[in-house]
C-alpha cells in the first residue's frame, strides 16, 4: 500500500494540467494584447478592444484556464471598463469637429488628419459619426475633394483616427441588462421546471414512457433521445426543448457509472440534436425566420413545406452524423441499460401543481407560432409560478446553477461589443467575396457563418450575413450561377450547425451546466459537425437544392 502511495505521489498527471492552465493563460493575454499593440485597417479603435476581448475569451473558453463562467465575469468586466460610456476611456470623451473650406463649386478642403484615404466621418452628435466617400483631387497637409453631399455648416470629425470614430459608446448597464435578457430567463425557467421534475421525480417518469420503444442498447437510447429532441426542437424554442428534455436525460447518466463515456453521449446528444432539429421547419430558430423574411423582401417566397422538403433531409443526415461521431468518439462501456425507474407519478397537491405548470409551459412553448407570446415570457410561468405555489423552496432555489447563466451572459455581451463597434462587420468585409468562383462562394459563406455563429448568436450572424448575400444577388456581384435562395438557405443552416463551445448555443450552455461534459469533449464533437456538417449542406446545394427551388 505504501508503494501505491509513493507511485501515485510521483504521478506526473498534474504536469500537463498546469502547463495546460500556463498555456491558456499566456494565449489568452497574448491574445488580448494583439490588437492593441498592432493596427488592423478598418477596424475603430473600439473595435480594436473588442477584438482583444474577443480572442482572449475564446483562447479562454477552449483551453480552460479558469471556469468557463469566470471568463464570461471577466468579459463583462473588461467591457463596461474598456467599452462603456461610464469607462475611463470613454468617460466625456466628444468627436473633435471642424467645417469644411469650400474652394469651388461643391469643391472643399479639410486637413489631413481629418480624412482617410477617400473618406471623411460626418459629426453626427458629440459621440455618433457617421462615413461618408469622397472624391480626392488633391492630398497634402490639406486635402482637397469633391462632394455634393455637405456644406460650410457640415460638422466634420476633425481627426479620423478619434477613438469615437465609428464607434458609439453604450452605458454599462448594456451589459449588466445581459444577466435579464429573455434568453437568461428562458433559461431560469428551464432549469426551474427541471429542478421541479427531479423534486417530485417526473423526470424518471417520463424517462420511463419516452424511451420504453427504444430498447435496452445505449446507441438506441441514445438515438431515441435525439429524435424526440430535434421533432420537437422544431416546433419550439431549441432552448426550452434542451431544458425539458434534460430533465429526461439526467437521471439516466445519474444510473450510469462516472468513468462510462454514455454518460458524456446523454448529455451531449439533446443540445446537438435541439440545434439540427430547428433547421426543420421555418419556426425552428430565428436565423429560419431572418432568411424566410429576407428572401420575401426580394419576393421569393418558401413555402412551409417548401422548407421542410428542402431541409429535413439535412436535417436528418446530420443527426446521424453526430449520432455516429459520438459513437466513435465517446463508445459506451455498458452494453445494454435497462431504466430503473417506476412510472409512479406523486399525485400530491405541489406535485399536481408542477404537472399543471409543466405542462401549460410546455404547451405554450409549443404553440409559441400560434398565439405570438415569446418563449421568454413563457419562462416566467415557472419561475413565478413554481415559487408563489411553494413547489420549489428557496433551499432549491439556491441549487439551481446560476453560474451557467453568467456563462450565456457573458456570451451575449461579447456579441454585443462585436456588433456595436463594428467587428463583427469588419470581420466579414474582409473577405473580396466578389472574387470567388460559385462554389468557394458558398464554402467561404458557409464557413464564415459557422465561424462566427460559435461566438456570436447564430440570430446575429445571419442579420449580418443574409444583408450580404442579398446585396450580392441584386447588384449581380455573385456572378453567373448565383443563386440566392440556396447561399441564404446555406448561410442559415451553417448557423445552425455552430456547436463547438458551451457559449456558441444556449443548448450547449445547458449541457455543460449537468457536470458530465468538459469543453474538449463538446469541442470534438462539434468540430466533426461543424466541417462534415457543412460539407454535407454544399452538397445538397450543388445536387439537391436546385432540383426544388
Known sequence: MPTNRRRRGKSKSAFPKWTKTAVGLGLGIIGFCIPLLFTFTGLSFAGHLALGIFLMAAVFWMFEPIPIYSTSMLVIFLQIVLLSTQGPLFQGSQLPETFAEPVGEQTWSLPAEAVDGDQIFLKKSPTRSEELSIEVIERNDQVIFFSTEITAETPVVAQYKHKLVQYEPVSYTRFFNTLASPIIILFLGGFMLAAGAVKYNLDKNLTNVLLKPFGTKPMFIVLGLMLVTAVLSAFMSNTATTAMMMTVAIPIAMQVAKEDKFRIMLALCIP????????????????????????????????FGSWMALMVPLALLLLLLAWG?????FPPTVDSFKLALKSSFDKSYKAIMLYA???????????EAQHGIPSGM?????????TVTSVLSK????SLPWEVLWLVAGGIALGISMENTGLAIWLVSSISWEMLPQFMLLLVFGFVALMLSNFLSNTVTATLLIPLAISMGTAGIGGEGFNLIITSLLIGSACNMAMLLPISTPPNAIAMSTGFIKTADMVKVGIVIGIFGLLTALTMALIYWPFLI
Do not use: K
Request: proline content about 7%; hydrophobic content about 55%; aromatic content about 4%.
Open 357 to 367: 405548470i409543466f405542462g401549460l409551459t410546455v404547451l405554450l412553448w409549443v404553440t
Open 378 to 386: 413563457i419562462a416566467f410561468l415557472p419561475i413565478a409560478g413554481l
Open 272 to 303: 446537438i440534436a435541439a440545434n439540427i432539429g430547428g433547421m426543420a421547419t421555418p419556426i425552428g430558430t430565428p436565423p429560419n425566420a431572418i432568411v424566410i423574411s429576407a428572401l420575401n423582401q426580394q419576393g421569393l417566397g418558401i413555402a
Open 325 to 329: 461521431t459520438m459513437r466513435v468518439i
Open 395 to 398: 433551499d432549491d432555489v439556491r
